[in-house]
Every structure is written in C-alpha cells, then in structure tokens.
C-alpha cells in the first residue's frame, strides 16, 4: 500500500472522472484537475466564488462547479480550457446543482425547491419542473440514463413525475400513496422504482417503469420507519434499514420480506468473526510490505478476534430529539452481491457485515471510535472504512488489516471513496486529501 | 325413647291423681314399691295375727312410731288409738312421699325434657355448624378464585401498562419527530417570506440567464429531434420495450431455474424410488408385517406414473406441477417410514433383539449396524481426526520455529551438524572400543610369539637333552635291546607327543 502526497482540498470536494483518469479537487474558489496516476496539475480553473458544489458529467469532459451562496454555476471543459459557461439563478437562488446523465444538461433546484430548472449545453432550451419536493432524496436517475423520476408534492399529495432524459419529455406522472414521500430509487436494472415513505410511517411502494403499482410493504405500524435504503447491483434484493434496528431484505419476484437481519448487541453466532479495534500503546506504524509469504493469513495487526459472547457497545439515544440516533442509517452491497455492509446508529462503533448467501453475519468489525464512513470496493468485496482517526481500515473475507496514514502531524481521515478501478482509495481529512494505492498481489486482501 | 318414658311419666303423673281406691284396684306399672298393693290375705291370717301385730309393731317401731301395744302384765295388748295414730301417722307419711314424689316426678320431668331441648338444640346446633363449614368452605374457594382473577388482571394490567407505555413512547417520538418537522418548515416559510419582502423591496431583479461561450454537441453525436406526437409514441414505445426486455430476461431465468428444479426433483424422485423397491425384495424373505409398503401394486404403480409422467415433463401445466409434487411427496413419505423402520430396528438389534426379529437381523445384518456402533465408531474417527490436527500443528509450529530464527555462522555450523552428533559420539565411542581391542590383541600376539619363542629354546634343549640321553643310552645298550627298542618306542612316543603339544600353542597366533 502507497500513499501518496498530502494536497490541499476545501469542503470535502474531490471527485474523480467517471473514466478513472482525473482527480478533480477544489481548494477555495479554485478547481486543480490533476491526472490519477502521477498527480501532476493538469489544469487549473478559478470560479468566481467559493465552490459548494462540484460533479464531473458522465463523460468526464466537463465540470461543473456551483456556488449556493451567489447562485452560480460555472462549468468548465477539460478540452477547452478557455471555455467557459456560466449559469446565473438570478434573485430565484440555487439550493442544488446536479448533471443529467448525457452530461449536457444541468438540473438548478432553485431555493425553497421553487422549481427545477434544465439548462442545456446543446442549445438554447430551457426547462422547467414546477412543484419538485424537498426532501431525503427526490431525484433519482436510472442507471442507464434514460429516465429520472422526481418526487413532486402539490395540494398536499405525494406525485412522482417520471422523465426521459433525452428530451426531459414527462412520461409518467402518477400519486403515490404516502404521507409524506422522503425519497425515490431506481433498480440498478432500471425497471422498477423504489419510493418510500417519511419515517413517521413505514411504508415502502414499489412502481414498474410504467407507473404500475408492483407491491407495497410495510413491516410495522406506529414506530419510526425506514431510515436507509439499498438496491443489490443485480436488483435482486432491496434492503430496507429501519429505525427498530433491523435490515429487511425483499426479494425481486414476490416483493415480499425475504429475512430480516437483527443488530443484536450480544453476538453469539459463531459464523460472525468480530474484529475488535484495540487500542495499542504505542501505535505501531503498520506494514505493509507484507512478510507473509505463504498463502492467506489473518492479518490481525492491532485486531483481534476476541471469543464468543461479544457484547458490542451500545449507545442509548436522547428518546426527546427528532431523528434519534438509533436505526440502521447506512446500508451498502458489495459489488458481486454477496455481501452487505450495514451500521446501527445506536452502535455506533460497529459495522456489520453480512453474507447474502448464507443471509447471516459473517463479520463485525468494533472500532474504538464512531465509524464516520464506508464504501465498497468497486470491483472486489473488500471493505473501507474510516472512524476520523489517523487511520485507513479494510475489511475482506480473508480478513481485516488497518494502516496509518503515514503523514507527518496526523491525518484524520474523515471520508474516503474508492477509484472506479478499485486499485486506490482517496482519502477525505478536514482540509486534506491523499490517496492510497493499493499494491497487487496482497495476499491477505486480494480475493 | 323419650317419648316413651314422657308417657310412663304422664301414666305415672296420671296414675298419682287417680283416687286411692282406684288406685289400689288397678294394677298399673309396677315403677314404685310402695304403689304396688299385693292384698292383705298374704300377710296376715287368722293364724299369724299375733306375729303379724308384733312384725307390724317392730316395724312401726323402726320407723319412729311409738308401740301399738300396750304391755298389761306382760300380755301385749293392741292399743287401738295408737295403732290407729299410727295408722294415722302411716298415712301421712306416705302422702308426704307420694308428693315428694310427685314433686320428684316432675323434676325428672322437666330435667327430661330439659336434656331433650339440650339434645335437640345440640343437633340442630351440629347441623348448623357443618352448615357454616361448608359456607367457609364455598367462600374460601371463592376467595381463592378471585386472588386468581385478580392476579390475572393484575398481569393483564401490567401488559397493558406496559403497552400503553410503548405506545407513549411512540407518541412521543412522533411528537418530537412532527415538531421538529413544523419548525423546520416555519424556519423555510420564515425564510420565504423574508425572501419575498426582499424581492418586493429590491428594485433591480436579477435575471436569470445561461452565459456560455458557445454550445456544446450532445454527447452521444446525434442530433436531437423536434418534439412531436411521434416522439412522444416512440418514448412510450421505448419504455415498454425496456420492460418487456426485463421480463424476458426475467422469464427466462426463471425458466432456466424451474428446469433444473424439475430435473433435481425427478433425479430424487427415481432414487427414491429406486432405494425403496430393493428394500421390497429384502423385505419379502422376512416375516415383518412393517414392509407391506413395497407391494407389487405399489411397485407397479409407481413404474407407471414415471413412464407416464415422462410424457409430461416438458409441460409446465398445473396438472403436470401438482402430479410431480405430488409423486414426491409420496415417495418422501414412504422413505421417511422406511427409515423410522430401521431407526427402530437398530435400536432393537442393539438390545437383545427378540425371536421374531433374529430372522430379520440376518436378512440386513450387513446394511445394518446399530446407532450405538455407528456412533462409537464416529467418536472415534473425531478423536483421530483431533489427534492428527495436533500433531500437523505441533509439526507446523516446530517448522516454522525452525525457520524463523535467525542464526550466526558458528551456530548454524553446530546446527546443520546437529542431526549428525549422536551418530558421531557413537562412532568415536566405536573407534575408542576398537581401538582398545586393538591394543589388546596387539599385547597378546606379542606375549604369544614370546611364548613361542621360549618354547622353541626349551624344544632345543629339550632335543639336544634327547640326543644326549639316547646317545648315553645307546652307548650303554648291552643286552636290553629289545628294552632300549621299547624305551625308544615310548621315547618317540613322547616325543612325538612333546613335538605335537609344542606345535600346538602356536595355532592360535
């Protein structure tokens, strides 16, 4: 594992070109393109204001940076460097700035989610979507970019407005059954839309792509309801994580509950391996030059396995707030589908990985602080993780390794998220950056 | 019977008012002595009257009456008046006692009926107890019921509290949840109508507007196309071919997997088949009533519903579905009896297996081994499976001990010699040992030639001794020659001898 040098970014923007090949990052009010590989400055753009908002377009030709405060959106081209757009909302303001998925069109949600506008790079068109809703997640866009299916609320009903992207021509504009729609998802297959309720109420409603009702779930009544939501990359499953500390898996073919996975503070199935973080003094810089040579080892370097019973730690939230820090807020598959990662608010430390073919835990990786993030590997099932502290842990079936960013006067790694190809990890600290190279041929992380 | 003795006692009472005269004409209950009047002509008679008057004048006497004679010259004479005040006195006496014994009578009268009031009081008192018993009795029962109901309800209530609470707590949650909605939304509308004051009063509006050098082709090169009716037809028309694509896609897959689920299940169902019906011929040598299951019908029937049912495994039709299911599930149900048979029959052949079954036991002895057996049998594979494991470890462990120090030159020198070390102290021992033996042999050869040597000189002598004697003899020879021959004789004898045990200590040189 190599790192690489420390470079300055501001408001966590650092994103990197759909095709893998530029790193885009933003430090103040200027955009520095870097090239992946060797990091050298490529280009250098300078926006009017500080950037609140930055997203390559799919074809990683363009970039677009937006300002809220001035309600600027400034794209910049990576072929042309002089050429410039700017997109000024006027006294209507911007809330939100986003690519369609051609990337030729930008999508402006204007302040008080007035309306949505589409400007276009192509021509003079512009379009407007009245009555877009604000909420957890309202826009959605298919996975082949063909379609985008926006949550609308007028008259104080919940209407989901189906568009093709191509023409942003409205093809399907149907009410849903809520009371409060919170957001909409599409199957990674593009077929069916997934559109949930507020967690005031647990309701889950499935559409096809014509608008259809396909089924409609709803666990328990009463209690708060959904938190987070997960399709499986084949659309086989949907996960649903709730605020009762469950995860529910539906299955494609019946839409009905497959198994429910219980974050249960006593681990006594002896199929889950827990990692335990365990606080080491003095910290030992960790190796990677790997001296095993012999085929996979559990490389417990400052882990260990302790034994059956674990009791995980459990933190009681404020039952008086809204929103209370209980229930499963982050769910995310692995990319082949057989594993899912999920963490439990109330245990904060912990995250929870399980086996979809087995649909039990296979393991539980314990921190020694509140786990800030993880991501899945985009091509193999190994984990990433980060608790804010100075270091970087992954987690694979063979087993679970953590390094230390090797930078001088500590680098708290806030955020990270993976190169496409999956070869190195970009990790986000406060007003830092730095990359992670994973070497080939690490046998106790290779799968 | 109080009744009846109240009726003496009223017979009595009754008879005690009666006159006198009646009285003594009528022989009632002989209850008292002095009612009961004999009739005079017993006691006295003409003949006796001078002893009855004295008898009668004792007697008087004896009761205190003073005498009804007067003595005149010895001759005892009746004195009228004082027989009659006797008499008299008589009468009184005996009205006194007949009052006193009325008086008697009624006491044991009204004691009688006293003890019968007592007597009755007493039962209907018993009666009244056992009553009240049994009240006690019915309403502790009840008491323990109601303690069980409310027990009961006391459970109930605590479910129910507890419900009411997690309901509260819901509630609660949802109030939080809803206020902090409200104020979320009264901060946007705060916002808003702040907003909308600042846009009235402002008075240059900021339009909105694209700025871009110059327009960019679409990304995929193509032209993009005029909004029409047929654009719109041909959205639909994309949309719906992208779902029929996913349907397919669909349908086929599951087409593939109900396939091979029809497959798996005819595979299971053929041995299932196939393990039942050699059980049948087995099963027909012994007199068990349990195999009847494998019956030539069955057999038979089961034949014709494969042969049948091969026509009909490319149809995915309901009937075709349920006869499959169907077929299975009979044959699942025949296997499972088939093994609870021989569960049971393993368990029996382990105990001392009755007569009836020795029979069978032989039939199967070979399929069969008891649970016990096999479980031993288990236990001890685990345990060399356990054992093996160690040793691998330890071995691996030693390995890798080895491998993993670090050595200097000097140690690594002693060290790749270490395998050698005892077999070189051995053979250094051996060499000391032959060595030893070496010498020995080497002081014994020498002590031997030595001997040999000394030997040779005394033979010299010896010889030259020999000679000088046979020539002293010779010289001397007169007319004992046949003497000196026979000496000569026994002298070469012993020479010859001399010679033979000299030459012998040298052989072992």
């Not at chain 1, 400007?119 to 959605?140: E, F, H, R, T």
């Not at chain 2, 091969?310 to 499959?324: D, F, I, N, P, V």
Request: hydrophobic letters at 35%.
């Amino acid at each position: 594992m190599n790192f690489s040098e420390v470079f300055k970014q501001s408001n966590q923007l650092c994103k990197v070109s759909p095709d893998g090949k530029y790193l885009a990052t933003c430090v103040q009010y200027r955009l520095v393109v870097r090239d992946v590989n060797t990091l050298q400055i490529l280009q250098l753009y300078t926006c009017l204001d500080q950037v609140a908002s930055m997203e390559w377009s799919s074809d990683s030709l363009f970039i677009l940076c937006a300002m809220y405060k001035r309600g600027l959106v400034q794209v910049w081209s990576l072929e042309q460097p002089d050429w410039h757009c700017k997109i000024d909302e006027g006294s209507i303001g911007l809330v939100s700035s986003r690519w369609s998925p051609d990337g030729r069109h930008i999508l402006n949600t204007t302040e008080f989610h007035l309306r949505v506008t589409v400007w276009s790079l192509c021509n003079k068109s512009v379009s407007y979507i009245k009555y877009p809703k604000a909420c957890q997640k309202g826009m959605d866009f298919s996975a082949d970019g063909r379609y985008m299916a926006l949550a609308e609320r007028r008259d104080c009903k919940d209407y989901i407005s189906v568009f093709v992207c191509d023409d942003w021509h409205l093809l399907r504009h149907f009410e849903t059954d809520t009371q409060d729609l919170a957001g909409v998802e599409w199957s990674p297959n593009g077929c069916v839309l997934a559109a949930w309720d507020s967690c005031l109420e647990y309701k889950m409603l499935l559409y096809s792509l014509d608008g259809r009702l396909l089924s409609t779930y709803s666990a328990y009544e009463w209690s708060l309801g959904i938190k987070s939501v997960a399709w499986s990359p084949s659309s086989q499953f949907l996960a649903i994580g709730s605020y009762d500390e469950k995860v529910r898996i539906l299955n494609h073919i019946t839409w009905k509950k497959l198994t429910e996975f219980e974050h249960h503070p006593t681990i006594t199935n002896s199929k889950a391996v827990v990692f335990k973080e365990v606080e080491k003094r003095p910290q030992m810089t960790l190796c990677f030059s790997f001296q095993f040579d012999s085929a996979s080892h559990r490389c417990l370097v400052s882990d260990e396995i302790p034994p059956l019973p674990v009791q995980v730690p459990v933190v009681k939230p404020d039952p008086d707030r809204a929103n209370p820090k209980i229930g499963i807020s982050a769910i995310a598959f692995s990319v082949d589908n057989r594993y899912l990662a999920t963490k439990n608010d109330c245990m904060p430390q912990s995250v929870w990985v399980w086996d979809m073919q087995r649909l039990g835990p296979t393991a539980v990786l314990e921190q020694t602080a509140p786990v800030r993030f993880f991501a899945w590997d985009p091509r193999r099932p190994r984990l990433a993780l980060c608790t804010g502290n100075t270091k970087l842990y992954l987690w694979s079936p063979a087993g679970c390794v953590s390094v230390k960013v090797p930078v001088e006067g500590g680098f708290q790694v806030q955020s990270l998220f993976w190169h496409c190809s999956g070869d190195s990890v970009v990790l986000l600290g406060k007003d830092q950056l730095c990359l992670c190279y994973m070497t080939k041929g690490h046998s106790a992380l290779v799968v | 019977m109080p009744e009846s003795s109240f009726e003496d006692i009223n017979n009595i009472y009754v008879s005690s008012t009666m006159p006198p005269s009646r009285q003594y004409s009528q022989s009632t209950i002989p209850l008292l002595p002095f009612r009961h009047y004999i009739g005079n002509t017993e006691f006295c008679t003409e003949n006796n009257t001078s002893e009855c008057m004295l008898y009668i004048s004792q007697e008087l006497l004896a009761l205190g009456f003073p005498s009804i004679f007067f003595d005149l010259n010895g001759l005892r004479e009746l004195d009228v008046i004082s027989a009659l005040n006797s008499m008299y006195g008589l009468l009184q006496m005996h009205r006194r006692a007949v009052g006193m014994l009325a008086e008697l009578e009624v006491e044991q009268l009204r004691v009688s009926s006293d003890l019968h009031c007592q007597q009755l009081t007493n039962s209907k008192l018993k009666d009244q107890l056992e009553l009240s018993k049994k009240e006690n009795l019915r309403l502790c029962e009840r008491e323990r019921q109601l303690e069980a109901n409310t027990k009961a309800l006391h459970h109930c209530l605590k479910n129910e509290k507890e419900e009411v609470q997690k309901l509260q707590n819901v509630i609660a949650s949802r109030a939080s949840q809803y206020n902090h909605n409200l104020k979320r939304k009264e901060r946007e509308f705060g916002k808003l109508k702040e907003r909308l004051n600042q846009l009235l009063t402002d008075k240059k509006d900021k339009k909105q507007g694209m700025d871009v050098l110059n327009y960019v082709g679409r990304s995929d090169g193509k032209r993009s196309q005029w909004k029409t009716g047929k654009t719109d037809s041909r959205h639909e028309s994309d949309m719906y071919k992208a779902l029929l694509n996913e349907f397919d896609k669909h349908q086929r897959e599951l087409m593939i997997e109900n396939a091979e689920l029809k497959k798996v299940l005819q595979q299971i169902k053929q041995e299932m088949v196939g393990i039942l019906s050699p059980k049948r011929q087995s099963g027909e040598t012994q007199k068990e009533e349990k195999p009847k299951e494998f019956t030539d019908q069955q057999i038979a029937s089961d034949e014709e519903e494969e042969n049948s049912f091969k026509g009909t495994s490319e149809m995915s039709c309901e009937h075709a579905r349920e006869q499959l299911s169907n077929s299975i599930r009979q044959q699942w149900r025949k296997l499972k009896d088939h093994m609870a048979n021989l569960d049971n029959k393993g368990i029996l052949k382990h105990e001392s297996p009755p007569a009836s079954l020795v029979h069978l036991g032989q039939g199967i002895n070979e399929e069969m081994i008891s649970k016990e057996v096999h479980q031993e049998e288990m236990e001890r594979l685990k345990l060399e499976i356990q054992q093996c494991k160690d040793f691998i470890h330890t071995q691996q462990q030693l390995l890798q001990q080895q491998l993993s120090t670090p050595w200097d030159e000097e140690t690594a020198a002693v060290l790749t010699d270490c395998y050698m070390l005892e077999e070189k102290e051995r053979l250094k021992e051996e060499w000391k040992t032959f060595e030893e033996q070496k010498k020995n042999f080497e002081m014994e050869r020498r002590t031997f030639t030595e001997a040999a040597i000394r030997l040779g000189h005394e033979r010299k002598m010896f010889e030259e001794d020999r000679a000088t004697w046979l020539k002293h003899q010779f010289l001397n020879m007169t007319f004992t020659d046949q003497m000196n021959l026979k000496t000569q004789n026994t002298l070469s004898e012993y020479a010859v001898q001399e010679q033979k045990h000299i030459s012998s200590p040298k052989t072992p040189l």
